[in-house]
């Protein structure tokens, strides 16, 4: 275990052993980083020559790579709308919002010289807001754009100067949501070294996104929260997810490939391991990165590209599909026979219940 | 026998004055700690049950039995109205989700006037359309419903606190528990939680319900206060219900509410594996028949009739 992690010790079960084949060398993490950055390129490269037109932008996510996973027929089916990034809401916004508004209250905290006192979700997310608007001024500049800039940032500043205080509202209940949930399951005070992704504040972040190619279409973004540990080539710092709900435990392996993976290959160094939480069950997950878990990652970013490539001539195509409880939800399900199929069988269970 | 605190009505200073009073009483030197004994006690008898219901009912981690609130209600009140598919949302049940997420709102942003249409904005922003697409089904009948949420929305307002920032207020706090190695989960969204780790106070449960107060609604909480306790290592100290008729429950969360709470859920847990393993569900008439979308064929619902009034 890293020094840093010392405070993280999992109350929920036992640390898995050191990832095998790991020696923890100095460029060990940088070489499998490389290995991985080269073998997804090659593979991205092969699946966008093979596709019968050029693609557009393809956005990698989490949530899309897992769309891929559990029906590759539905991922295809949402079209461009659907894999684009969908547009900021309050729901969507929670996760940014509330980073963004501890990397700020701890960053204050910084420039005061003062250990950061415990982050009032609300007080403290209120306080972004206000930072998002005052100008440099306010921090002893001479004037200029806002303290803050983030693209989250932005629309809640839009939100804020068209008077939308529902928006607003609804941002500070997700967004304080997440951040209560963070502090809790990671614990006050955080830990030495842990260190905000995507956020703004010291201290500084490494790159959170990858793409194969120089103007590739195709744009690998890692979900992760936050980093315990230097980045160094030796790769002993983790990445740490944290989820505020989860409704299984059956993605947490594949959530942590995901990262693992993404994060290899944006950072360029592959970590030690991945941390994911949550929120509702309290949960602390550790996961171990050794090359089945690169590789599963590979291969889950890896089928998004191949499944909008394969849109590109297919479309939508029930033969693909993998029906389960998301049918219910599913705005195709009207077209899908495999998924109308379940929903009249083993749909008819829900929750491990018989529906009447 | 559980404690039970009586239901506050037309108490000097309202609700406000109820739940400062109970927060007060919380603080963080009020607190007398479940012991972690007795909450592993709690796990260990409910992990047991749950392991011998998936031995019955077939569930697996990967499948598991998925509980929240109302399915355990259910199960408990008739099996048989518990597992009917819904039947969408009634007057009823929207009238609860307005007065619902009137209180959320008045604890995000307490400076901010509480009316319908704050409400429903609010609802909208954070993509929750239930509510909206009932007033564009009922038609004409939208008015008389939005003049009635309007009343308790009006009545909500004059009556919640500004909770102090310290108390760490989060509305829709969810929480789940794994029973069994994950054989059985029960699940929720706790309308407000105040308190609890990190902020050095203790936890208190508050249940905002839409309808008129009577004695079953306390369940909610205890479930929930069960789910809170497990979940952090820490029970809550006390449970409010907060009803939309005027009906404030501020209750103590002694050992004796977990231990019936665990009770009930054993119980659920237990009719669920009947019923999962193919035992027909039981039907049991009450008051939940008016409203039951399966009384046409149920003879024992379509018998039923409520008690007539005293005279």
């Given at each position: 275990m890293i020094p840093e992690a010392e405070a993280l010790a999992d109350p929920h079960g036992a640390p898995e052993p050191p990832p095998p084949g790991r020696s923890g060398r100095t460029g060990e993490a940088v070489g499998a980083a490389d290995r991985l950055r080269g073998s997804v390129a090659e593979r991205i490269a092969d699946l966008l020559a093979g596709a019968a037109h050029p693609i557009g932008d393809v956005y990698v996510g989490w949530h899309a790579a897992r769309d891929v996973a559990t029906c590759p027929a539905r991922y295809r089916g949402q079209g461009p709308e659907g894999w684009a990034f969908p547009g900021w809401t309050a729901p969507l916004a929670g996760a940014s919002v509330g980073r963004a508004a501890l990397a700020h209250h701890l960053d204050q905290a910084d420039r005061s010289g003062l250990p950061p006192a415990l982050p009032e979700p609300f007080a403290t997310i209120r306080g972004w807001m206000r930072a998002l608007r005052a100008p440099a001024a306010a921090s002893g500049g001479g004037g200029g754009p806002p303290l803050e800039r983030s693209a989250v940032g932005d629309w809640v500043a839009d939100a804020w100067d068209a008077g939308d205080t529902a928006t607003l509202t609804a941002v500070a209940a997700t967004a304080g949501r997440w951040l209560a949930g963070f502090v809790r399951v990671i614990g006050w005070p955080l830990p030495p070294k842990l260190g905000l992704l995507k956020a703004s504040g010291p201290p500084p972040t490494p790159p959170t996104?990858?793409?194969?190619?120089?103007?590739?279409?195709?744009?690998?973004?890692?979900?992760?929260?936050?980093?315990?540990?230097?980045?160094?080539?030796?790769?002993?710092?983790?990445?740490?997810?944290?989820?505020?709900?989860?409704?299984?435990?059956?993605?947490?392996?594949?959530?942590?490939?995901?990262?693992?993976?993404?994060?290899?290959?944006?950072?360029?160094?592959?970590?030690?391991?991945?941390?994911?939480?949550?929120?509702?069950?309290?949960?602390?997950?550790?996961?171990?990165?050794?090359?089945?878990?690169?590789?599963?990652?590979?291969?889950?970013?890896?089928?998004?590209?191949?499944?909008?490539?394969?849109?590109?001539?297919?479309?939508?195509?029930?033969?693909?599909?993998?029906?389960?409880?998301?049918?219910?939800?599913c705005e195709l399900l009207a077209t899908c026979s495999p998924g109308e199929a379940w929903i009249a069988g083993p749909g008819r269970w829900r929750g491990g219940l018989p529906v009447l | 026998m559980v404690d039970v605190q009586q239901p506050v009505r037309g108490r000097p200073g309202g609700l406000g004055q109820v739940l400062v009073d109970a927060l007060d009483a919380a603080g963080p030197d009020g607190h007398a700690a479940l012991g972690a004994d007795r909450l592993a006690g709690l796990r260990g008898l409910l992990d047991n049950a749950a392991r011998s219901a998936a031995a019955v009912g077939g569930w697996t981690d990967a499948e598991p039995l998925r509980l929240s609130k109302h399915l355990v209600t259910g199960l408990l009140r008739c099996p048989r109205r518990a597992l009917a598919d819904d039947a969408g949302a009634s007057d009823e049940i929207v009238m609860g989700l307005v007065v619902d997420a009137a209180a959320k709102l008045a604890t995000t942003s307490p400076r901010?006037?509480?009316?319908?249409?704050?409400?429903?904005?609010?609802?909208?922003?954070?993509?929750?359309?239930?509510?909206?697409?009932?007033?564009?089904?009922?038609?004409?009948?939208?008015?008389?419903?939005?003049?009635?949420?309007?009343?308790?929305?009006?009545?909500?307002?004059?009556?919640?606190?500004?909770?102090?920032?310290?108390?760490?207020?989060?509305?829709?706090?969810?929480?789940?528990?794994?029973?069994?190695?994950?054989?059985?989960?029960?699940?929720?969204?706790?309308?407000v939680l105040l308190g609890g780790p990190p902020t050095g106070r203790p936890a208190v449960v508050v249940e905002v319900k839409g309808g008129r107060w009577y004695d079953g609604m306390r369940a909610d909480g205890h479930l929930y206060a069960l789910l809170v306790a497990m979940r952090d290592g820490e029970a809550p100290v006390t449970a409010v219900t907060v009803v939309s008729d005027g009906t404030t429950q501020v209750e103590p969360i002694r050992p004796s509410v977990l231990d019936h709470a665990a009770d009930r859920l054993v119980e659920a847990i237990r009719v669920a594996a009947g019923v999962a393993a193919g035992e027909p569900p039981a039907t049991r008439p009450g008051g939940h028949c008016q409203h039951c979308p399966v009384r046409p064929d149920c003879p024992p619902g379509r018998a039923w009739r409520p008690e007539p009034a005293p005279s």
């Open positions: 996104s990858w793409r194969p190619a120089k103007g590739s279409p195709v744009k690998v973004d890692m979900g992760a929260d936050a980093r315990l540990g230097r980045v160094t080539g030796a790769g002993r710092f983790w990445l740490l997810v944290h989820r505020v709900t989860t409704r299984d435990d059956a993605s947490v392996r594949d959530r942590a490939a995901f990262e693992a993976a993404a994060g290899a290959l944006a950072i360029g160094v592959s970590p030690a391991e991945v941390l994911v939480t949550a929120g509702d069950t309290g949960d602390r997950a550790r996961v171990a990165v050794d090359e089945d878990l690169l590789d599963r990652g590979r291969d889950l970013i890896t089928g998004v590209v191949r499944e909008r490539a394969t849109a590109v001539d297919r479309g939508f195509d029930a033969a693909d599909a993998a029906p389960s409880p998301a049918c219910r939800r | 901010q006037p509480l009316t319908v249409d704050a409400t429903l904005g609010f609802l909208a922003a954070l993509g929750e359309t239930t509510v909206a697409d009932h007033l564009d089904a009922i038609g004409d009948r939208a008015r008389l419903f939005t003049l009635e949420a309007r009343a308790r929305v009006e009545r909500l307002a004059m009556a919640w606190p500004a909770i102090e920032p310290a108390w760490w207020p989060r509305i829709e706090e969810p929480v789940r528990v794994r029973l069994g190695g994950g054989a059985v989960t029960v699940a929720g969204r706790l309308d």
